[in-house]
């Protein structure tokens, strides 16, 4: 099982703010989620995190991961 949070635009856009999901059997990779998650769009301004670290590279996932999707911040 993983946990899936989605903040700010993202969260917005699909209307919820975190889901749980069981990986397949054979596993999931995080740009696999990425498609499955948002109907293959690939938004570039989309970023990722796996366990609060934010990653741009393709990975494996494992039970008990946490990956987050939110759009880019501005601020200051």
């Known amino acids: 099982m993983i946990d899936i949070l989605f903040f700010g635009r993202v969260a917005d856009r699909l209307g919820k703010r975190r889901i749980a999901m069981a990986l397949p059997e054979g596993g ?3 740009f696999a989620l990425r498609l499955r998650l948002f ?4 938004d570039e301004r989309l970023r990722m995190s796996v366990n609060q670290v934010v990653v741009t590279d393709d990975r494996p996932l494992r039970d008990g991961d946490e990956v987050a999707f939110f759009s880019v911040f501005s601020g200051g």
């Open 39 to 42: 109907d293959g769009e690939d």
């Open 28 to 30: 999931l990779r995080l």
